[in-house]
Every structure is written in C-alpha cells, then in structure tokens.
C-alpha cells in the first residue's frame, strides 16, 4: 500500500474503531443506563450547564431532537432542568452529581486516549500530528458548509 491508501484505510478504520471502543470503555456496568449519544449530551451540557438551544448547537442537532434525549437523561436522573426566572421560554440544563461522575469518567477516556497518542511522539512529531487533525478539521467543517 502507499501512504495515501494507508492514510485512507486508518482514517476510515479509526473512526469506527474509536467510536466502537469508547462506547465499550464508556458504557460500564455503573453507566449502562445510557448510551454513548446520551454521553455526548452529558459533555455538551458540560460542568457549567446551559440553555436548550446552545447545547442544540454544540451538537448540531434541533432543540427538538435534543429534548426527547434531555427527557430521558432527567428521568435518569443524569440533568435537571430549571426554567428562567426572566424569560420562562428558557430552560437551563444542568449537570446532577450523578451527570458529572458520568462526565468527568467520559472525559477520563478522552485524557487517556490523548495520552497514549502523545506517549509515542516526540514534540516535533506532536507539532505533524496536530497539524494534520487540523487540516483534517478544516476538511469535515468545509465539507459540512458545502
């Protein structure tokens, strides 16, 4: 194979690969009430919260599709919700004690997996590899403009 078909096939294969292990390594027996979509909602609510419509932007997706999971992440007992005192349109998501034991222990795999990238790189190679996933970013976000 040359570099571009190796590139191609660990391009294609990690994304599948990554997306298959962090929902085995996030999704423990203390996690196994939600799932890896739920996860990612529990990150873009992050530690300091937010209102329907900025977490509807983080994950690019509609405040109605975000409310059918934020109903079940209440139940679960994952966010609360409070309204505005000044505007009652507006619903504040915040994370529950159980929501940031779940975000911290997702966070915790993405540290670790940054850490075995890194572990093998000296800085220079480091500085490649950053500029490549950058490059790479910008292809994905012009892609999705197109």
């Known amino acids: 194979?040359?570099?571009?078909?190796?590139?191609?096939?660990?391009?294609?294969n990690l994304?599948?690969?990554i997306l298959r292990l962090e929902e085995e390594a996030?999704?423990?027996?203390?996690?196994?009430?939600?799932?890896?979509?739920d996860m990612h909602i529990i990150e873009a609510v992050g530690l300091g919260g937010g209102n329907m419509s900025s977490i509807a932007?983080?994950?690019?997706?509609?405040?109605?599709?975000?409310?059918?999971?934020m109903n079940s992440l209440v139940k679960k007992g994952y966010v609360k919700r409070e309204?505005?005192?000044?505007?009652?349109?507006?619903?504040?998501?915040?994370?529950?004690?159980?929501?940031?034991?779940a975000y911290h222990h997702h966070?915790?795999?993405?540290r670790q997996m940054t850490e075995a990238v890194i572990a093998e790189l000296n800085e220079n190679e480091t500085e490649v590899?950053?500029?490549?996933?950058?490059?790479?970013?910008k292809f994905f976000?012009?892609?999705?403009?197109?």
Do not use: C, P, W
């Open 26 to 37: 996030i999704i423990t027996d203390k996690y196994k009430d939600i799932s890896n979509n």
């Open 57 to 69: 932007a983080k994950l690019k997706i509609t405040v109605g599709s975000l409310t059918t999971s």
């Open 141 to 146: 976000r012009q892609y999705h403009e197109q």
């Open 1 to 12: 194979m040359d570099n571009r078909e190796v590139i191609n096939d660990v391009l294609v």
């Open 107 to 110: 966070a915790e795999f993405h």
């Open 83 to 101: 309204r505005s005192e000044k505007d009652r349109r507006v619903v504040f998501i915040q994370l529950t004690n159980k929501g940031r034991m």
């Open 15 to 17: 994304f599948n690969e």
């Open 129 to 137: 590899l950053v500029k490549a996933l950058d490059g790479l970013r």
